[in-house]
């Protein structure tokens, strides 16, 4: 099976979230393929849109039947996503 590789930009806040959003979810529902890897490597500078983008991506992969996968999130991020409660729906693949 094939995997789709999306990359989050390395700026991801409010400012862009919509526009970030916007494209993800066209990737997303583009590929032919049946699972999608978003890797969060690059992502430096972000505030807790960056979440609001991520759990949009999980919404259109899962309304496609799509499996979604995370990669490589920074510490600042998985810190996030516990403090606003959405870290089990937003688990890291290994």
Known sequence: MSTALLILPSDLRHGNAANSLAKLQAQIRNS???EVEIQAGQLTDFDSSA???LLGCR???ESLSKTLKF???PA???ELALLYGVSELLVEST
């Open 32 to 34: 032919p393929d049946a």
């Open 51 to 53: 979440l609001a983008v």
């Open 59 to 61: 919404r259109e992969a």
């Open 71 to 73: 990669k490589q999130f």
């Open 76 to 78: 600042k991020l998985r």
